[in-house]
Nanobody, 116 residues
Framework: QVELVESGGGLVQAGGTLRLSCVGS????????MAWYRQAPGKQREFVAY???????SYTNSVKGRFTISRDNAKSTVYLQMNSLKPEDTAVYYC??????????WGQGTQVTVSS
């Protein structure tokens, strides 16, 4: 059973930056395509970005050019660098596998709040 622990969220002003981290227990972390998701109040969880085990990345249109996903397989960690943050980025951010909308148990997430 893989456990995911997200961290790095906080309250920032519009235009600010945050770097999220997600640590996964278990050796299978490094062989999976990993993704970040987010859920804003009153909305469904949505995909943000993914990264393959080899480092190929893809982003949802609303974050392209502002967010960067990366990973350190040796540390079983995936990151999300978020620049030029907007109020509409406010959400709880989660990581999970990219397939099936996330195959592992969801972590607690990390809250990102962007003030205008």
């Amino acid at each position: 059973q893989v456990e995911l622990v997200e961290s790095g969220g906080g309250l920032v002003q519009a235009g600010g930056t945050l770097r999220l981290s997600c640590v996964g227990s278990g050796s299978i972390f490094s062989i999976n395509t990993m993704a970040w998701y987010r859920q804003a109040p009153g909305k469904q969880r949505e995909f943000v970005a993914y990264i393959t085990k080899g480092g190929y990345t893809s982003y949802t249109n609303s974050v392209k050019g502002r967010f960067t996903i990366s990973r350190d397989n040796a540390k079983s960690t995936v990151y999300l660098q978020m620049n030029s943050l907007k109020p509409e980025d406010t959400a709880v951010y989660y990581c999970n596998t990219a397939d099936s909308g996330g195959r592992w148990p969801w972590g607690q997430g990390t809250q990102v709040t962007v003030s205008s």
